[in-house]
């Protein structure tokens, strides 16, 4: 529960993915997608949702590590609390343990206080499921990015991936930018300017065209 003196939630009633009208939408203003949305097919992400400190203290485990190495560090935090495997510790439960205890599972002291930072936010109400539904996306952004370890990309993609916001564009993401130099024909990376601009036709539907950009990397587009 949020502390005293906090503000009460404004819900706002948010957009969500529509994939035949983001696709429609793309193809008729960008030609670049029109036909790369035609080679992959359907927009299939994976389900949006999760709870939100078992997500953001994935994204924390997982930064810089290999998946297999990162998973087997996360299996052992969970164990550290002695519950199934379906089971995440709540925040005060990570609290509770000293850094010997997380540094023995595999975190690094960064992580340690990184995971730390995180469910402080949660234990004194500054961040929670509550406000992640009423926020829009700069507001979720500026208050993840107050947690330590926690920058503006792992925010976006937290907007991406468990919220399904639909119109999120990180410029500063490495396939992505991969992705736009190859498809439309740059001579080199794209600068931050020139990834808002290439993105501006997809508005409001940049989060489907990102997941068609990073599905190029993967297959062998004709041509």
């Given at each position: 529960m949020a502390n005293a003196g906090t503000k009460p939630y404004r819900f706002v009633m948010h957009r969500t993915i529509d994939p035949v009208a983001a696709v429609a939408h793309l193809s008729a203003n960008d030609p670049v997608m029109g036909r790369l949305t035609a080679v992959v097919g359907p927009f299939t992400p994976r389900p949006a949702g999760g709870e939100p400190f078992r997500s953001l203290t994935r994204s924390i485990v997982f930064q810089q590590l290999s998946g297999k190495a990162a998973s087997t560090i996360l299996s052992r935090f969970v164990a550290l609390f002695g519950e199934g495997a379906e089971f995440f510790p709540a925040p005060e439960a990570v609290l509770a343990k000293g850094d010997e205890q997380l540094r023995a599972v595999g975190l690094s002291r960064q992580k340690i206080a990184s995971v730390r930072s995180l469910a402080e936010h949660f234990v004194n109400g500054e961040l929670s499921a509550g406000h992640f539904e009423a926020w829009e996306d700069e507001?979720?952004?500026?208050?993840?990015?107050?947690?330590?370890?926690?920058?503006?990309?792992?925010?976006?993609m937290y907007l991406m991936f468990h919220l399904g916001r639909p119109d999120v564009l990180?410029?500063?993401?490495?396939?992505?930018?991969?992705?736009?130099?190859?498809?439309?024909?740059?001579?080199?990376?794209?600068?931050?300017?020139?990834?808002?601009?290439?993105?501006?036709?997809?508005?409001?539907?940049?989060?489907?065209?990102?997941?068609?950009?990073?599905?190029?990397?993967?297959?062998?587009?004709?041509g």
């Amino acid at each position: 529960m949020a502390n005293a003196g906090t503000k009460p939630y404004r819900f706002v009633m948010h957009r969500t993915i529509d994939p035949v009208a983001a696709v429609a939408h793309l193809s008729a203003n960008d030609p670049v997608m029109g036909r790369l949305t035609a080679v992959v097919g359907p927009f299939t992400p994976r389900p949006a949702g999760g709870e939100p400190f078992r997500s953001l203290t994935r994204s924390i485990v997982f930064q810089q590590l290999s998946g297999k190495a990162a998973s087997t560090i996360l299996s052992r935090f969970v164990a550290l609390f002695g519950e199934g495997a379906e089971f995440f510790p709540a925040p005060e439960a990570v609290l509770a343990k000293g850094d010997e205890q997380l540094r023995a599972v595999g975190l690094s002291r960064q992580k340690i206080a990184s995971v730390r930072s995180l469910a402080e936010h949660f234990v004194n109400g500054e961040l929670s499921a509550g406000h992640f539904e009423a926020w829009e996306d700069e507001e979720i952004i500026a208050h993840l990015t107050r947690v330590r370890g926690i920058g503006r990309w792992t925010a976006e993609m937290y907007l991406m991936f468990h919220l399904g916001r639909p119109d999120v564009l990180p410029v500063n993401d490495v396939g992505l930018n991969r992705a736009i130099q190859q498809l439309y024909g740059l001579a080199g990376p794209p600068k931050p300017p020139d990834v808002l601009r290439a993105g501006e036709p997809w508005r409001p539907w940049a989060t489907v065209a990102c997941w068609y950009l990073w599905r190029s990397l993967e297959i062998e587009l004709p041509g």
